[in-house]
């Protein structure tokens, strides 16, 4: 793809900038040793300061330092008030504001809402060392140390915010970041190109208003930006469709067909050449385009014009042809510019080649830092992900397009390793990225990659265009495991098997020389349901590279083992598919450790999915597919037991899900049953339980029977039947207004209610 400018070809801000510090500083006391009186530019990060490619501060700040910029970092400021904000002064041209590595409520809580009292990518591994909403708070806190100052937000929680969102945490529709935090820009995606770009236009005098076209960026206007032309996203909802290339003579029956063969067609008259007319090139249709999306407000009450709005934005992600988008909130508008162009391999070669120290800054003493200690051997090789994986986040964020590293660059990595890291022992813990086997990997047309729309490469079939010969990364492999002192060289990184099983001798490689005894792949499911909504390939390819996985660890006379990844509750999952997980587990004799529900991401597709209720992956029709979506408590419990089906805290769930199922043939001590009779012991422990919890064991179960997965859970919550709370004096029957509202039946259904439906969300065999 055509890139207008490299990263390295602009003139360096300050000349005299010719030697890295040793760290970027994150003090005055640091910056006097630099000989600095001010920064050029401080970066503030929810995220212990580690000089290391793997994390984002460092990459950034390394970045801006080899563009000639005085670079400051704080790191993990207290937000209570703006001194922690001030303590390397006012900066000369701006503040930039991230999270962190994480999304930082994803880092704050669980899938289940609850806090977590620890946190990675703290010294010391302690919990609530950043705040909420951290790019909102921590934006705000610089406008308030220094009004005047433009702040530039970015990273992973900004990224993925860029527009009018689904929140799970507050459980409603969000604006984008950028008017919630009142930052004067947002770069989303891997932010070196667009930040390079806004940096040295701003050094230069000019003003904000004027950088509002800059791709990989977002910011806040009244109207689109003059001379660009608008079209209506309702007009362009039309799954995979490519357009079309113009033709460069701009006329349509002009080419080369015709001169493929033999021809009596006369060329020249009188031997005479006619006279040509060459027009110039028409320009292609999606450039000085944007796209209108419905409003906030709209995609906030109307759940399938959310949905509609979520698929334009997945649709708008290649470069190639993206267009911009404008959506309005209230008075004001998001306009979001086309992505950044990728990094070739040069300039991915020169941000890993950057003067990082590869340890954590030394202020933290010995204090251990998990996430460093997790990747301090591992090397990043490449970005991006053409998977397309709907609960995955990843392609929104770095893009389909894969962005490789030379292994020349790689070699050189991991001898700095060896120079750079203390105790290394020689063990390499992995050449990876998002994935592990798409280096190099790309679309083999020029024409189908500049123009195409589709969501994923390899989904629901591995497209045509795509080449799926490994040898670059077996050639990779072999170089690595070459250099002296390396011992062993291991793939941590997901392996994607549906592309693998296209290249058995990645397999073979991967299987003779790099996995240390397990090796861990993600089916994410068994059944063709919640596998659709996923974008994953179904368990039959997950059956052929088991297959040529353990030839070739019996080739090579190791025992090898894999290590399945699955997600419950994901939306389209229903308690019938994770039933059959359960026993598929036990039939392979899988017993899961660590299982994880499904968590709902920013902006994710299958995010879409779990809050509008509709199969966003195809066009959006007011007919559309109604997902069946697990969202209740007790139904994601169940799920999530289902999944350590042999964990005994879990069996009592089970049975009562069984029960309600009609499984009871599931519930006993034969090899074809899931979960063991309930015991003496167990059943006279429930009801100590049960006792001690004030809970009435003949009320709880009549409870369950009678009553919704809403119902259920609300009645513990002290809600009413309606919806409403029975401290607020709703009676049964009212509405949330208090208003006597006779119930309303789906279309259809001629105005009666619903058959009633279990806790387990089944409806009870009486009504069926």
Known sequence: MQVESTLFTFPKYRSELTKPAPFLPMSRKEMAKLGWDSCDIIIVTGDAYVDHPSFGMAVIGRMLEAQGFRVGIISQPDWSSKEDFMKLGKPNLYFGVTAGNMDSMINRYTAERRMRHDDAYTAGNVGGKRPDRAVTVYTQRCKEAFKQVPVVIGGIEASLRRIAHYDYWSDKV????????????????NAERPLVEFSHRLAAGEPMSQLHDIRGTAVIRNEPLPEWKGVDSRKLDQLHKIDPIPNPYGADDVGCKNLSGPTDEKIFDNDAPKAISVQPPRPKPWEKTYVMLPSYEKV????????????????????????????????????VNPPAWPLNTDEMDGVFDLAYQRVPHPCYGKEKIPAYDMIKTSINIMRGCFGGCSFCSITEHEGRIIQSRSQDSIVKEI????????????????????????????????????????????????????????????????????????????????????????????????????????????????????????????????????????????????????????????????????????????????????????????????????????NSLKNVKHNSEQVTVPKKGRQRKLHKALLRYHDPAGWPLIREALIAMGKEKLIGNGPNCLVPVETRQEREANRSNKKLSGKDDGKAKKAFTRHSADQFDDRKSGKSKSGGNKAAGNRPGQNKAGQGKPAQGKPGQGGKRPPKKNAWGTTPKHQR
């Open 300 to 335: 906030s009450e109307d759940k399938y014009l959310y949905a509609h709005a979520s698929r334009i934005l997945h649709q708008e992600q290649n470069p190639g042809c993206a267009r911009a988008l404008f959506q309005k909130h209230a008075e004001r508008a998001i306009w």
């Open 174 to 189: 969000r604006r984008s970041v950028v008017l919630d935090a009142k930052a004067d820009i947002l770069i989303y995606g």
């Open 415 to 614: 001898k700095d390793i060896q120079d750079k890291v203390p105790g290394f022992t020689g063990v390499i813990s992995d050449l990876g990225g998002p994935t592990a086997n798409m280096y190099h990997l790309g679309c083999t047309s020029v024409k189908a990659e500049s123009t195409c729309r589709r969501l994923s490469c390899i989904f629901p079939s591995i497209c045509g265009h795509l080449d799926t010969d490994h040898q670059a990364t077996i050639d990779l492999y072999r170089a690595a495991r070459d250099i002296p002192g390396i011992k062993k060289v291991l793939i941590a990184s997901g392996v994607r098997y549906d592309l693998a099983t296209e290249d058995p001798r990645y397999v073979k490689e991967l299987a003779t020389h790099h996995v240390g005894g397990y090796l861990k792949i993600a089916p994410e499911h068994t059944e063709e349901g919640p596998l659709s909504k996923m974008m994953k390939p179904g368990m039959g390819t997950y059956d052929k590279f088991k297959a040529l996985f353990d030839k070739y660890s019996q080739e090579a006379g190791k025992k090898q083992y894999l290590i399945p990844y699955f997600i419950s509750a994901h939306p389209g999952t229903t308690n019938e598919d994770m039933v059959n997980l359960a026993l598929w587990l036990k039939a392979e004799k899988f017993k899961l450790d660590q299982v994880q529900n499904f968590y709902p991401s920013p902006m994710a597709n299958a995010t879409t999915i779990y809050h509008t209720e509709l």
